[in-house]
């Protein structure tokens, strides 16, 4: 991770140059809540990995951080067309600010802000992980009290299910489906809307026991007085009994 790469970890604002040298391992559009039509930004999950060098020119590579970048709405079609989720990038002039808003992907300081002169070099696959989880247990999504800004990852049990209901939301009537997830900690209710609701079903109808889940980018909220977990539009990704080696753990344990 040579040649004048900053790793992620020691990203902030003032520095002249910045070049890191990142996996994208999620990108999507942020819609209005009731306008999926109307994209306004574009975000971008970032993560390296970091390189240490022992005696005899031994490396050793390790997962290095995550960091949230972020298109604006008249650069979004541009980085669309340039970034792909899992492939490899150096990326060059940007902006490094401070980390805010009501759905952060990372729980880094500040986030990457690109702008016209932004470059991203595609790059042959050195070692960086396709992914890095950010699990948050039953005890520590209660602990919020259901006022989080950040979204985090999910891995439970299904120990139940609900029926199709339909919600009212944002004017709309929106499908949803409920699952009961347990960890060693307790229980939390999750609650998915939208297309997630066929997954579900298509999922239960060819997988009778209880299934190991993996929720990724998941919005802690209050609902009906309880603290749940939602999808976020066009950002969570669903894993299913996934062949992981944190689900395999998971189950196991």
Same mark, same amino acid.
């Given at each position: 991770?040579?040649?004048?790469?900053?790793?992620?970890?020691? #990203?902030?604002?003032?520095?002249?140059? #910045?070049?890191? /040298?990142? /996996?994208?391992?999620?990108?999507? @559009?942020?819609?209005?809540?009731?306008?999926? #039509?109307?994209?306004?930004?574009?975000?971008?999950?970032?993560?390296?990995? $970091? *390189?240490?060098?022992?005696?005899?020119?031994?490396?050793?590579?390790? *997962?290095?951080?995550?960091?949230?970048?972020?298109?604006?709405?008249?650069?979004?079609?541009?980085?669309?067309?340039?970034? /792909? $989720?899992? %492939?490899?990038?150096?990326?060059?002039?940007?902006?490094?600010?401070?980390?805010?808003? !009501?759905? =952060?992907?990372?729980?880094?300081?500040?986030?990457?802000?690109?702008? @016209? %002169?932004?470059?991203?070099?595609?790059?042959?696959?050195? !070692?960086?992980? =396709?992914? %890095?989880?950010?699990?948050?247990?039953?005890?520590?999504?209660?602990?919020?009290?259901?006022?989080?800004?950040?979204?985090?990852?999910?891995?439970?049990? *299904?120990?139940?299910?609900?029926?199709?209901?339909?919600?009212? %939301?944002?004017?709309?009537?929106?499908? =949803?489906?409920?699952? @009961?997830?347990?960890?060693?900690?307790?229980k939390i209710k999750c609650a998915l809307f939208g297309h997630f609701v066929d997954v579900v079903k298509q999922h239960l109808a060819a997988d009778r026991q209880m299934p190991v889940v993996v929720l990724q980018f998941m919005k802690i909220k209050t609902f009906m007085g309880h603290v749940v977990i939602q999808n976020v539009m066009n950002a969570t990704v669903l894993l299913w009994?996934?062949?992981?080696? @944190?689900?395999?753990?998971?189950?196991?344990?």
């Amino acid at each position: 991770m040579g040649g004048g790469v900053t790793p992620v970890k020691s #990203l902030c604002p003032g520095k002249s140059f #910045l070049r890191i /040298r990142t /996996r994208v391992i999620r990108m999507w @559009e942020a819609c209005p809540v009731n306008d999926s #039509l109307s994209p306004y930004d574009l975000h971008i999950v970032l993560i390296d990995a $970091e *390189v240490y060098t022992f005696l005899l020119n031994v490396y050793y590579i390790a *997962v290095g951080d995550k960091i949230e970048a972020i298109a604006r709405k008249g650069l979004m079609s541009k980085f669309k067309s340039e970034l /792909r $989720e899992g %492939k490899v990038y150096t990326i060059t002039y940007f902006s490094v600010l401070s980390n805010s808003g !009501g759905f =952060m992907a990372s729980e880094h300081d500040y986030k990457i802000m690109f702008n @016209e %002169k932004t470059r991203a070099a595609v790059e042959e696959a050195i !070692g960086i992980p =396709m992914t %890095k989880y950010s699990f948050k247990d039953t005890d520590q999504i209660l602990a919020t009290g259901g006022d989080s800004d950040f979204l985090i990852d999910v891995i439970g049990l *299904v120990t139940n299910v609900s029926s199709e209901k339909k919600y009212p %939301k944002a004017g709309n009537v929106t499908r =949803m489906i409920e699952l @009961e997830l347990t960890d060693d900690k307790g229980k939390i209710k999750c609650a998915l809307f939208g297309h997630f609701v066929d997954v579900v079903k298509q999922h239960l109808a060819a997988d009778r026991q209880m299934p190991v889940v993996v929720l990724q980018f998941m919005k802690i909220k209050t609902f009906m007085g309880h603290v749940v977990i939602q999808n976020v539009m066009n950002a969570t990704v669903l894993l299913w009994n996934p062949a992981i080696p @944190e689900a395999v753990s998971f189950h196991n344990g």
